[in-house]
């Protein structure tokens, strides 16, 4: 298993931008398939964004072309850069990861609020 450790999260004005961070111990970081997920309160957690070990990514419709999701496999760092920001971006984010059959890990969460 990995331990994921998130920061960056903060308030923030709507049309802001944000960096999350994730960092990773306790394995192999970069064989790694890492995401991020979101959940506000009253919804369910939902997945955001994605990072293959390959390096390829997947974002959810809502975050596609604000969203960036990266991995820097030497700082065992995965990482969210969010532009563009919305009210609707507001939720807890956390940090996920797993490989082959192994059972995921997740964060503890950083609370990210869009607001005026």
């Known amino acids: 298993q990995v331990q994921l450790v998130e920061s960056g999260g903060g308030l923030v004005q709507p049309g802001?931008?944000?960096?999350?961070s994730?960092?990773?111990?306790?394995?192999?970081?970069?064989?790694?398939?890492?995401?991020?997920?979101r959940q506000a309160p009253g919804k369910q957690r939902?997945?955001?964004?994605?990072?293959?070990?390959?390096?390829?990514t997947n974002y959810a419709d809502s975050v596609k072309g604000r969203?960036?999701?990266?991995?820097d496999n030497a700082k065992n760092t995965v990482f969210l850069?969010?532009?563009?920001?919305?009210?609707e971006d507001t939720a807890v984010y956390y940090?996920?990861?797993?490989?082959?059959?192994?059972?995921?890990?997740?964060?503890?969460?950083?609370?990210?609020?869009?607001?005026s």
């Open 81 to 87: 850069q969010m532009t563009s920001l919305k009210p």
């Open 22 to 37: 994730c960092a990773a111990s306790g394995s192999i970081f970069s064989g790694y398939t890492m995401a991020w997920h």
């Open 95 to 115: 940090c996920y990861g797993r490989r082959g059959i192994l059972a995921g890990s997740w964060g503890q969460g950083t609370q990210v609020t869009v607001s």
């Open 67 to 71: 969203f960036t999701i990266s991995r």
């Open 46 to 56: 939902e997945l955001v964004a994605t990072i293959f070990s390959d390096s390829s």
């Open 16 to 20: 802001g931008s944000l960096r999350l």
